[in-house]
């Protein structure tokens, strides 16, 4: 019902809610669902896949000035940390983590390398070197990919994020709303609002994501940053059809 005690710290969800199954707790982005995963999952499992989803790493993607954010390994976890780290707190990502974490669940459970350069031509207009797409990895089964893309149908379709939705394609998301860190602590009235989805959901084309620096006055990813993906990714779609 709103409020759940994790050490001496108590969490809250935006909008109080009774009990929830596992896919509403993502379709309603709930702090606590999330934090009592976390916490029959256990740390160990918690950061495991963290690391396999390349946060607290570059992703090495061929610009320079990437930074690797942060993710604390359990040792230095503190009693809280189980009640942050799964919802955001306690963590810091690039907009290129987070796509390419949802990336991969597009790409049924395998990671790939970023790249921006298709390839490099000389004087005469002849190429002399291409890059290709390069796994890095398989983070999650194809089973788990397919149920993952399930849960974030739930959230465009039932959640946060309806107004994501695009006539006629499927989409996959996931809202966030995260409080900026202001003179040492987490702010409450200063947000990063982000939704980051791929789609056609059923038959992967596109992965993007936007970003809101403190928007006013609604902070909200769904209220703010999906209207702005749902007219990127249907307009795109269109032309990818007609080219």
């Known amino acids: ?30 702090n606590i669902g999330v934090t009592k995963i976390a916490q029959k999952m256990g740390a160990q499992a918690v950061y495991e896949y963290a690391r396999k989803f390349r946060f607290g790493m570059k992703t090495n993607i061929d610009i320079g000035g990437e930074v690797k954010g942060t993710l604390k390994p ?21 907009q290129i983590q987070l796509l390419c974490a949802i990336a991969a669940i597009a790409n049924d459970g395998v990671y790939m390398r970023p790249f921006v350069v298709k390839y490099i031509k000389d004087s005469q207009g002849e190429i002399i070197k291409s890059f290709e797409p390069e796994m890095v990895e398989r983070v999650i089964t194809s089973d788990t990919a397919k149920r993952l893309t399930n849960i974030l149908v739930g959230v465009v379709d039932s959640g946060t994020a309806k107004l994501a939705q695009i006539k006629g394609v ?16 987490y702010s409450h009235s200063n ?29 909200f990813g769904g209220t703010v940053c999906a209207p702005v993906f749902k007219e990127v990714v249907e307009n795109t779609l269109k032309y990818l059809k007609t080219s």
């Open 74 to 94: 359990p040792k230095i976890w503190s009693k809280t940390s189980i009640g942050a780290i799964p919802i955001g707190q306690e963590v810091t990502v690039t």
């Open 191 to 219: 947000f990063y609002a982000t939704f980051f989805g791929f789609a056609p959901a059923d038959d992967p084309r596109l992965a993007v994501i936007v970003v809101a620096d403190e928007p006013r006055p609604s902070y």
């Open 1 to 30: 019902n709103g409020a759940y005690r994790v050490a001496n710290h108590t969490l809250h969800d935006h909008h109080p809610h009774g009990t929830l199954s596992f896919q509403e707790v993502f379709e309603q982005s709930s």
């Open 170 to 185: 499927k989409v996959a998301g996931k809202t966030g709303t995260a409080q900026k860190v202001v003179n040492g602590i």
